[in-house]
C-alpha cells in the first residue's frame, strides 16, 4: 500500500480529504481517514490550513507532520486564526485520530505558535522531527511527548534566523535502523539490539546555530536505543455490550506501555496463566496495549506483558493480579429485588429465567467481594433506562433500548485496582413509553 498525504479533496475522482491509501495498481484503496473531518477546531470555527510536509508510520501508527490551523470568526465580524498543531498522529487502522487530543491541541509541545514540520525520521531516541529555524526536536516515539533532554542541543524556540530561509528543512538516517525479527503464530523471539550511536543529517540553511555550527549541513550523533520498554500490569475489565454465556465472560486485558528517550515500542507480548498453571503465549505481535478474549467462569486467571522497542530491546515481564470470574444468576440470596418483580422464564436467559420489572423508580441492589463487577440484561424495543449507583455514588445511566431483541448482553462493567466489598445499585428511569428492565445475571471477578 501506498499513502499518500498532502492538500487535496479527492484522488481519481474519490473524495478522500488530504489523505488516501493506494494498493499496487495505484487504486483508491477503501481506508479513508478524512483530515478535515478528524482535526480538532473550534465548534464555531473551521479549517484554515492543512498542509502536510512529512510521514512516518510507527507500527499502528501514521504520523503526519505539517501546518495545520483553524479559523474562528468574531462575533462582530472579522475572524482570527489559531494553529491547530504541526504533528498529527492517526490510527492505521480505524483512521481516527490518536493526537492532539482537544485538551491538548494548541499546542502539545513547546514550539512557537506557527511552527510547521518539514521532514520526519524515525531513529533509536525517538522521532526526529525538522521545525525550520526553531532547528531539530526530538519525541518519545511511543507516546509522542516532546522530549526536552533528547532535543536540548538540537532544538530552541527563541533561535532566529539572520535571512527568512534558515532553518533545519531536511532529516536522514543514513542507515537503517534495527528492526525486531519477525515472528510467527505464538512464538515470543525477539530482535537484535542496537549497540551503535546512529547518524542523523540534518540538512537546511545554518549560517550559525549557536556558537555550534556552521554551514549548510549539520550532522548530529543520537544517542543508541539501549534501555528496553517497561509496561504496567496488565489488568482485566469487562467487555461491555458483548454476549455471556455460561462458559464464556467477554473481557479485555489492558495495560500501558513507554519507551522513554527511545525508539518507541514496536510491539507487545501477552502471556495467560490458568489455574495456576504454565504461561502460554497469547499474542507476541500486539501493536497495541489491549487484547479482547473470552473467560471461563470458576478458573483462576493471571496474565502478564512485556514489550519490544523498534532497536530490538525486550522489556522484562510484568504480572497482574490473579482473579476468577464468577455468574451470579438473579436468584442469588445476595441480591435483592424492590416489591413487585417477577421471574420471566425464557431459554435465551442465563439459566433460563430473569427477573423483570416496568415500574420506573423500582431497585435491585447486589453486595459483593471482588475487583470487577457487570450487569447481563436484555436489549430491545421495549427496554428502558437504568441509572447505576456504586457503594451509594451515582455513576451512569445505561439505556437497554436497541431495535432488534438481544438476550444475555453485558450492558454494564465497573473496576478497581485490587479486590474488596462493594455495592452495586441500578434503579429503572423509565421513560414511561419503554419502562421495561431485565436482571438476567451480575458477572464478578474475585
Given at each position: 500500500?501506498?499513502?499518500?498525504?498532502?492538500?487535496f479533496?479527492?484522488?481519481?475522482g474519490?473524495?478522500?480529504?488530504?489523505?488516501?491509501?493506494?494498493?499496487?495498481?495505484?487504486?483508491?484503496?477503501?481506508?479513508?481517514?478524512?483530515?478535515?473531518?478528524l482535526?480538532?477546531?473550534?465548534?464555531d470555527?473551521?479549517?484554515?490550513?492543512?498542509?502536510?510536509?512529512a510521514?512516518?508510520?510507527?507500527?499502528?501508527?501514521?504520523?503526519?507532520?505539517?501546518?495545520?490551523?483553524?479559523?474562528?470568526?468574531?462575533?462582530?465580524?472579522?475572524?482570527?486564526?489559531?494553529?491547530?498543531?504541526?504533528?498529527?498522529v492517526?490510527?492505521?487502522?480505524?483512521?481516527?485520530?490518536?493526537?492532539?487530543?482537544?485538551?491538548?491541541?494548541?499546542p502539545?509541545?513547546?514550539?512557537?505558535?506557527?511552527?510547521?514540520?518539514?521532514?520526519?525520521a524515525?531513529?533509536?531516541?525517538?522521532l526526529?522531527?525538522?521545525?525550520?529555524?526553531?532547528?531539530?526536536?526530538?519525541?518519545?516515539?511511543?507516546?509522542?511527548?516532546?522530549?526536552?533532554?533528547?532535543?536540548a542541543?538540537?532544538?530552541?524556540?527563541s533561535?532566529?534566523?539572520?535571512t527568512?530561509?534558515?532553518?533545519?528543512?531536511?532529516?536522514?538516517?543514513?542507515y537503517?535502523?534495527?528492526?525486531?525479527?519477525?515472528?510467527?503464530?505464538?512464538?515470543?523471539?525477539?530482535?537484535?539490539?542496537?549497540?551503535?550511536?546512529?547518524?542523523?543529517v540534518?540538512?537546511?540553511v545554518?549560517?550559525?546555530?549557536?556558537?555550534?555550527?556552521a554551514g549548510?549541513?549539520v550532522?548530529?550523533?543520537?544517542?543508541a536505543?539501549?534501555?528496553?520498554?517497561?509496561?504496567?500490569?496488565?489488568?482485566?475489565v469487562?467487555?461491555?455490550?458483548?454476549?455471556?454465556?455460561?462458559?464464556?465472560?467477554?473481557?479485555?486485558?489492558?495495560?500501558t506501555?513507554?519507551?522513554?528517550?527511545?525508539?518507541?515500542?514496536?510491539?507487545y507480548?501477552?502471556?495467560?496463566?490458568?489455574?495456576?498453571?504454565?504461561w502460554?503465549?497469547?499474542?507476541?505481535?500486539?501493536?497495541?496495549?489491549?487484547?479482547?478474549?473470552?473467560?471461563?467462569?470458576?478458573?483462576?486467571?493471571?496474565?502478564?506483558?512485556?514489550?519490544?522497542?523498534?532497536?530490538?530491546?525486550?522489556?522484562?515481564?510484568?504480572?497482574?493480579?490473579?482473579?476468577?470470574?464468577q455468574?451470579?444468576?438473579q436468584?442469588s440470596?445476595?441480591?435483592?429485588?424492590?416489591?413487585?418483580?417477577?421471574?420471566?422464564?425464557?431459554?435465551?436467559?442465563?439459566?433460563?429465567?430473569?427477573?423483570?420489572?416496568?415500574?420506573?423508580?423500582?431497585a435491585?441492589?447486589?453486595?459483593?467481594?471482588g475487583?470487577?463487577?457487570?450487569?447481563?440484561?436484555?436489549?430491545?424495543?421495549?427496554?428502558?433506562?437504568?441509572?447505576?449507583?456504586i457503594?451509594?455514588?451515582?455513576?451512569?445511566?445505561?439505556?437497554?433500548?436497541s431495535?432488534?431483541?438481544?438476550?444475555?448482553?453485558?450492558?454494564?462493567?465497573?473496576?478497581?485496582?485490587s479486590?474488596?466489598?462493594?455495592?452495586?445499585?441500578?434503579v429503572?428511569?423509565?421513560?414511561?413509553?419503554?419502562p421495561?428492565?431485565?436482571?438476567?445475571?451480575f458477572?464478578?471477578?474475585?
Amino acid at each position: 500500500r501506498l499513502i499518500v498525504a498532502g492538500s487535496f479533496g479527492s484522488i481519481d475522482g474519490t473524495p478522500r480529504r488530504g489523505l488516501a491509501m493506494l494498493a499496487a495498481d495505484g487504486s483508491v484503496a477503501p481506508w479513508n481517514p478524512d483530515l478535515y473531518g478528524l482535526v480538532p477546531i473550534a465548534p464555531d470555527g473551521g479549517l484554515f490550513d492543512l498542509t502536510t510536509h512529512a510521514i512516518q508510520i510507527l507500527g499502528d501508527r501514521v504520523v503526519l507532520g505539517g501546518s495545520y490551523a483553524a479559523i474562528t470568526p468574531y462575533p462582530s465580524g472579522g475572524f482570527h486564526i489559531d494553529p491547530i498543531s504541526s504533528l498529527l498522529v492517526i490510527s492505521s487502522t480505524s483512521g481516527a485520530l490518536v493526537r492532539p487530543t482537544e485538551a491538548d491541541r494548541n499546542p502539545w509541545y513547546p514550539v512557537g505558535s506557527w511552527e510547521a514540520v518539514w521532514a520526519l525520521a524515525h531513529t533509536d531516541a525517538g522521532l526526529a522531527a525538522a521545525f525550520g529555524q526553531p532547528g531539530m526536536a526530538l519525541f518519545d516515539a511511543t507516546t509522542f511527548d516532546f522530549d526536552a533532554t533528547a532535543s536540548a542541543p538540537f532544538f530552541d524556540v527563541s533561535w532566529l534566523a539572520t535571512t527568512t530561509d534558515a532553518g533545519v528543512f531536511a532529516l536522514a538516517v543514513p542507515y537503517a535502523s534495527p528492526s525486531p525479527a519477525g515472528v510467527s503464530g505464538a512464538t515470543d523471539s525477539v530482535g537484535p539490539q542496537a549497540d551503535a550511536p546512529q547518524k542523523l543529517v540534518l540538512a537546511g540553511v545554518i549560517p550559525r546555530w549557536k556558537n555550534r555550527v556552521a554551514g549548510n549541513v549539520v550532522r548530529a550523533t543520537v544517542g543508541a536505543d539501549t534501555v528496553a520498554p517497561v509496561v504496567t500490569a496488565p489488568r482485566v475489565v469487562l467487555a461491555t455490550i458483548r454476549t455471556v454465556a455460561s462458559n464464556a465472560v467477554p473481557s479485555r486485558v489492558v495495560w500501558t506501555g513507554a519507551d522513554a528517550h527511545g525508539s518507541g515500542v514496536a510491539r507487545y507480548v501477552l502471556q495467560r496463566s490458568t489455574n495456576g498453571g504454565a504461561w502460554v503465549t497469547l499474542s507476541s505481535t500486539l501493536k497495541s496495549p489491549s487484547m479482547e478474549l473470552t473467560l471461563t467462569p470458576g478458573v483462576s486467571y493471571r496474565f502478564r506483558a512485556r514489550a519490544v522497542d523498534y532497536a530490538g530491546n525486550v522489556g522484562g515481564y510484568v504480572t497482574g493480579a490473579s482473579f476468577t470470574p464468577q455468574i451470579v444468576q438473579q436468584t442469588s440470596t445476595a441480591i435483592r429485588f424492590s416489591t413487585g418483580w417477577s421471574t420471566v422464564s425464557n431459554p435465551s436467559y442465563l439459566g433460563g429465567t430473569a427477573k423483570g420489572r416496568s415500574v420506573i423508580g423500582a431497585a435491585a441492589s447486589y453486595r459483593f467481594t471482588g475487583r470487577s463487577v457487570g450487569l447481563v440484561s436484555g436489549l430491545g424495543p421495549s427496554r428502558g433506562r437504568i441509572k447505576i449507583f456504586i457503594d451509594g455514588t451515582y455513576v451512569r445511566t445505561v439505556d437497554l433500548y436497541s431495535a432488534t431483541t438481544r438476550y444475555r448482553a453485558l450492558v454494564f462493567g465497573w473496576g478497581w485496582s485490587s479486590s474488596g466489598t462493594h455495592t452495586i445499585r441500578i434503579v429503572l428511569a423509565g421513560p414511561s413509553t419503554r419502562p421495561r428492565v431485565d436482571v438476567d445475571a451480575f458477572v464478578v471477578f474475585r
